[in-house]
């Protein structure tokens, strides 16, 4: 008379068993904890980080969760241009075309990097030069002498910028857009120009000008938030400004650098701070060549280093050129940005 109860007690425990199956299967599909923002990563060597008290924003996981890179093609490393801007990464907009993430997860930080061997254990340097455009002839001299590895910072004031981007991705060089952010001293040293972010705006209208500024030219990795010497530092010191324009450039698949020499790594994009301003305070051969030293000493101990010279001038066009041609013999090796960037929220102690 007892057996319905014991066939209850089978039935409840086969579907116990059938929900511990169905949440096996569920935790197989989704990988271990993290797979999919561990794919982000760099191969740089970095100093331990501290894990944050909350998780990345979910805007940061259609970049996050790109496919692993494959190994870098030999005959890309031996001619390593940039491709041309690709309309599937592009959608229309009242500035132009803009930035945007492809159909399946591209973003411009790998459709336009530089091919670079991950596996090179070297100490790596990356350089960015910033205002690119705003002098056309020393522009030309930087692309035509720098090497290949030197990340060039487009001025959003730039007149006719396509001919220069286009010897300057025939040569592999990773191309960011300055951001005229505003800056210490805004209004009576410093003029970040008319397409300015400004503490004095709404949300909206400085969203607004971040797409005039990123409109102005097209296949960039990223953005530099700040513009020839000027660093905006008054719009960085906002958290709240600052991690709207990171969500914004990381939505349509940029990365960040920031120019301020010991800020912490972006916390809302890909990207990273800067470690020695170059031509600061003087852009003199002599000073850009000790600055260039103790940007290697940096690169030795900590693995990567990132340089940051605010203009193309003769001098530092010269210095750079000759310090860079014994890099390779001193052990040493010239890395495009997107190789020396963390991911969101990886606070690299300095």
Known sequence: MRL??????????????????????????????????ATATTSVPAAPVETPAAPASPALLPVAAEPPRAPPDPAALANPTIAPPDPALLEPSPHGPLPRLGADGRSSIRAYARPFDRTDPRPRIGIVISNIGSHGQHSEEAIARLPGGVTLAVSP??????????RARARGMEMLVALPLEPQGFGQVAFPGERALLTSLT???NLDRLDAVLGTIQGQVGAIGGLGTMRGERFAASPELLGAVQEALTRRGLLY?????????????FGRGVDVLLDEPSAVRSEVERRLTELETIARAQGSALGLAGNPSPSVVAAIAAWSAGLEDRGAVVAPVTVLIRRPSEQASR
């Open 203 to 205: 949300a909206t209208e």
């Open 157 to 166: 004031y730039a007149v006719r910028p396509e001919p220069l981007l286009e």
């Open 4 to 37: 319905p109860g014991y066939r209850a007690l089978g039935a409840f425990w086969g579907v116990v068993l059938a929900v511990c199956a169905a949440g096996a299967g569920t935790l197989a599909w989704l990988g271990p904890p993290d797979a999919q923002v």
């Open 257 to 269: 650098v920031d120019p301020r020499p010991g800020a912490p790594s972006p916390a809302r994009a």
